[in-house]
């Protein structure tokens, strides 16, 4: 029997979860309906657009482009500044509720998730009516609205969730590919980025369904065996089974700095605060790492990063940082910056610690640390301890109240 799956996607989250915050405060104001965006200070030079309402795109307001320039388009736009812990409560409180109506659920990302309906309509009508229901009951006990993309495979249920927005409910099933699907641009479709999208143009590749009628060869030569999963993503093929995602691919933390780092040891300082938080969060996961990547975003905005690897894999700060350093002064060409991340790859989940003879003991002393350290926070906070040399660093605080990003695999 085909499966029936929903790709269920919180519409503007950021934005959608702050104005049901703030309406609860001030029910008169709903930010939804007026200019407003999601993003950092603009004095601090945190200023990226995160989410923006439906009043801000009209005049042009784009996620993901700088505050100064959203500013520029809109004067009278309101910035409400991101708060990671009201996202965090509302995503766990619409995965809880999607709970309710399927036990086989698949978090994507903070704001959205898959739903397993295969052999459910018994209990809530056919897939639209159980969508509609979901959807419906969201909007009641929570507040905001969502997408729901239905198909028979994650790719084509997420591929339909977004289509027209907002609190829309969309169909993508193998029959429809030709009327709703292949007419796309290329750029529309999973995987597709700005790099791989001019490399299809190149080609005369400029629709889905034109990718989806070229020769495999062709793409092999061109793609290598990324070629094989263009080819299959453009007929709507999907082979990955409906399982949850317990491990991301990687986990990291970013900061744009309030003013230019210039020196090598402001550099470090804001890496080790960086490092620290992304390493706090790996290992409430219960994971390892066994690679390290770092970029670094100069003032004239150029970027540039390097990934280190560790010979085993890795939990501790210690440890992790020393991989974090090593990629820092292999690339640094001492110019000033204004954005650091790290990132922690090569993600394992009960993978097996391997030490040397000689330094298996200066290793458990290093883990045992790392230990006290979370028993710590997990009863007093995270920022009830920290390092000594990043304390009360102007540079460091702001890494404080940044959320750790968890990338999930991909379909």
Request: net charge positive; proline share 5%; with cysteine.
């Amino acid at each position: 029997m085909p499966k029936t799956i929903f790709h269920i996607d919180a519409n503007s989250a950021f934005l959608s979860w702050s104005a049901v915050e703030k309406r609860k405060q001030n029910p008169d104001l709903d930010l939804r309906l007026i200019p407003s965006a999601v993003g950092g200070q603009v004095h601090s030079r945190k200023g990226i657009v995160l989410a923006a309402s439906l009043p801000a795109k009209a005049c042009g307001v784009r996620t993901g482009e700088p505050l100064y320039l959203a500013l520029r388009k809109c004067p009278n736009l309101h910035i409400e500044p991101p708060d990671f812990h009201i996202y965090e409560k509302y995503s766990k409180q619409m995965y809880a509720l999607c709970n309710r109506f399927s036990p086989d659920l698949m978090k994507f990302s903070i704001d959205e998730l898959f739903l397993n309906y295969t052999g459910l309509e018994r209990f809530w009508g056919s897939p639209m009516k159980g969508a509609e229901r979901i959807r419906d009951t969201i909007y009641k006990e929570l507040g905001f609205t969502v997408n729901i993309g239905i198909s028979t495979n994650n790719l084509l249920a997420k591929t339909a969730s977004d289509f027209e927005k907002p609190n829309k409910i969309h169909t993508l099933y193998p029959s429809e590919l030709a009327q709703k699907y292949w007419p796309l641009p290329i750029d529309r479709m999973f995987m597709v980025g700005k790099s791989t999208c001019a490399r299809l143009k190149k080609l005369g590749i400029y629709t889905i369904g034109q990718l989806s009628k070229t020769d495999l060869s062709i793409l092999r030569y061109h793609f290598k065996t990324f070629g094989l999963q263009l080819y299959q993503y453009a007929n709507g093929i999907s082979t990955d089974d409906f399982k949850p995602i317990e491990v991301p691919k990687s986990i990291g933390c970013g900061i744009t700095t309030p003013q230019d780092v210039t020196t090598l040891s402001e550099i470090l300082r804001v890496a080790m605060a960086l490092t620290q938080k992304a390493v706090h969060s790996l290992r409430s996961q219960k994971l390892t790492c066994q690679s390290v990547e770092v970029s670094l975003k100069r003032t004239d905005f150029i970027s540039f990063s390097h990934r280190c690897k560790g010979d085993t894999p890795l939990d501790d700060f210690k440890s992790i940082f020393a991989l974090v350093k090593q990629a820092i002064e292999e690339m640094w060409a001492n110019q000033p910056l204004r954005a650091l991340s790290v990132r922690l790859c090569n993600i394992e989940i009960d993978a097996i610690m391997q030490y040397t003879f000689f330094g298996s003991a200066k290793a458990e002393q290093n883990r045992a640390l790392q230990t006290a350290m979370d028993q710590i926070r997990a009863k007093y906070g995270y920022e009830s301890i920290t390092i000594a040399s990043i304390l009360n660093n102007p540079l460091c605080n702001h890494v404080t109240k940044t959320q750790p990003l968890d990338i999930s695999s991909q379909l």
